[in-house]
């Protein structure tokens, strides 16, 4: 025993020896690393954001990190973020391997598009699912008016709880994603179905799984992969939702009618129909769950976090979830639905939704990126190969640019005379090449969704119970967590 643990030590330092970060030259600065576990130590897993925020003061607005054996710059504050995400976009696309997907089969041109390489496979996903979003509208209901249909369903079910307290989490992440099943199995499905609610669970499951310390050493070193123990369930929930999906797609080839497409899915089957015989198509089977479990993951928990964030905003503000109801009663009334069009009239509840967004701060440090090239980010040296994690937390709260940071203060996008003010430091969506593809999406059920919502309720913490907390819960998404809420009808 005492010789194998002396050479696994011997192995472990030898190995770390060969894999250790080099050094380049204008590398950013960094904390020291340990054998192995490079600067892990150094991080809370639970809050990233707030870890790297604290790095920042002490290394600088970028610098770089060891997550075992993986060289990492972190990103911070608006001015270095602007040059990366908008002036050298395309430096800083790629993304990292992620090899606790591989196993998969997500890699090469089948990898969908969250976690895809920067390349041609991405760049025809990404084109074809933007185009077939926005074309939408062309079937017999246009996206605005099914998420308007899917808003009186979520305002029916606030109904039904009849002014008791509830948790609201259940009922607003089915409506949200209700609008995402529409879009791509062509229907929304009642809340309490079986095979709905499996899915979100499995959903939910997989986010809460994909972050912390584990998935990172695994996606650091993918050998541990093949021991036994608890992380065998990260790599079962992934595998149990694709068999879903599956059954869902065999479902639509059943009934496809290539001149009818029905939805997303339909739509994809044609193109892999066209693509047929071509080696380095995107468009396959395989690549089809990837994208549309993508769409639904991505587009689920994101929206539907910031409408629990808007809410708790309101519960806690109640002096501005007053205004927001004079707004509405003034532009809209309270005989007709909202539509998207009334947003123009409507700044306060716009800036409302803004400040939400940002002081929500819903995906604060985005996904990772991977330098494309070798770069150079204010004055510092990134070599091709890199993995670059922008915390969009740091510019969203950036105490040199925002008035109250720390505060939600819908004022931070309003001028003098109440108009809506846009602001440069406001990327909950990050932006250039890799931009959240649902950013038009996700705008138009946040207003819809909440203004059906401030129409017809009044939110009020239930009688005796304390002040919900602001404190997040991080799993991808920064949430809140679970408060329970008073619906009053108006
Ligand atoms: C990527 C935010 C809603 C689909 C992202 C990223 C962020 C983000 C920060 C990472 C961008 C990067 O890597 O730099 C949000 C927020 C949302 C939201 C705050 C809601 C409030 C949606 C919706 C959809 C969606 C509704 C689905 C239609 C995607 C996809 C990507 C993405 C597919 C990956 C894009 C790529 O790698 O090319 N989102 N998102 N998102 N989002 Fe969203």
């Not at 009818?260 to 739509?267: S, V």
């Not at 066209?274 to 928990?301: H, I, V």
């Not at 929206?303 to 927001?324: C, G, Y």
Request: glycine share 6%; charged share 20%; aromatic share 12%.
């Amino acid at each position: 025993v005492t010789f194998l643990g002396l050479f696994l030590t011997v192995f472990v330092l030898l190995l770390d020896f060969l894999k250790r970060r080099k050094t380049w030259n204008r590398y950013p600065p960094g904390p020291s690393s340990i054998p192995f576990l490079g600067s892990m130590l150094q991080m809370d897993f639970r809050q990233p954001q707030v870890s790297f925020t604290q790095l920042s003061k002490k290394f600088g607005n970028i610098f770089s990190l060891q997550i075992c054996w993986r060289n990492l710059v972190v990103l911070n504050g608006f001015e270095a973020m602007k040059e990366a995400l908008i002036n050298k976009s395309e430096d800083i696309a790629d993304r990292p391997r992620f090899p606790l997907y591989e196993h998969m089969g997500i890699c090469g041109n089948s990898a969908g598009l969250v976690l895809a390489r920067y390349g041609r496979a991405w760049k025809d996903l990404r084109r074809f699912s933007l185009s077939t979003l926005r074309n939408f509208g062309m079937g017999k209901k246009s996206l605005e008016e099914r998420i308007i249909e899917e808003a009186g369903f979520l305002n029916s079910a606030f109904e039904s709880e009849e002014s008791q307290p509830f948790d609201p989490h259940f009922i607003i992440n089915n409506a949200v994603s209700n609008v995402i099943c529409s879009i791509t199995f062509g229907n929304r499905f009642e809340y309490n179905d079986k095979r709905f609610q499996k899915l979100l669970h499995m959903f939910e499951e997989s986010m809460k799984l994909a972050t912390g310390f584990l998935p990172q050493m695994l996606n650091a070193v993918p050998s541990l992969m093949h021991l036994p123990g608890p992380h065998q369930k990260i790599l079962e929930i992934p595998k149990q939702i694709m068999r879903c999906l599956k059954e869902i797609a065999d479902e639509h080839k059943e009934s496809w009618d290539p001149a009818h497409n029905r939805d997303f899915i339909d739509a994809f089957l044609g193109e892999i129909e066209k693509a047929k015989g071509s080696q380095e198509t995107t468009f396959n089977e395989l690549n089809l769950l990837f994208t549309t479990s993508d769409l639904f993951s991505a587009g689920t928990e994101t929206t539907s976090t910031t409408l629990r964030w808007a809410l708790l905003f309101m519960l806690l503000h109640p002096e501005i979830q007053s205004k927001v109801h004079a707004e509405i009663d003034r532009v809209i009334g309270r005989d007709r639905r909202p539509e998207l069009g009334d947003q123009v009239n409507m700044p306060f509840t716009n800036a409302v939704i803004h400040e939400t967004l940002r002081c929500g701060d819903i995906v604060p440090i985005a996904l990772p990126h991977m330098a494309y090239r070798d770069t150079e980010i204010q004055g510092f040296f990134i070599p091709k190969g890199v993995v670059i994690i922008t915390n969009l937390s740091s510019v969203l709260k950036d105490e040199t640019y925002w008035e109250k940071p720390h505060q939600f203060y819908p004022e931070h996008f309003l001028n003098a005379e109440g108009q809506f003010l846009k602001r440069e430091a406001f990327i909950p969506f990050s932006a250039g090449r890799r931009v959240c593809l649902g950013e038009q999406l996700a705008r138009m059920e946040l207003f819809i969704f909440f203004t059906t919502l401030m129409q017809r309720f009044t939110f009020l913490i239930p009688e005796n119970q304390p002040k919900p907390q602001l404190k997040p819960c991080f799993a991808v998404t920064s949430s809140p967590h679970p408060y329970q809420i008073c619906a009053k009808l108006r």
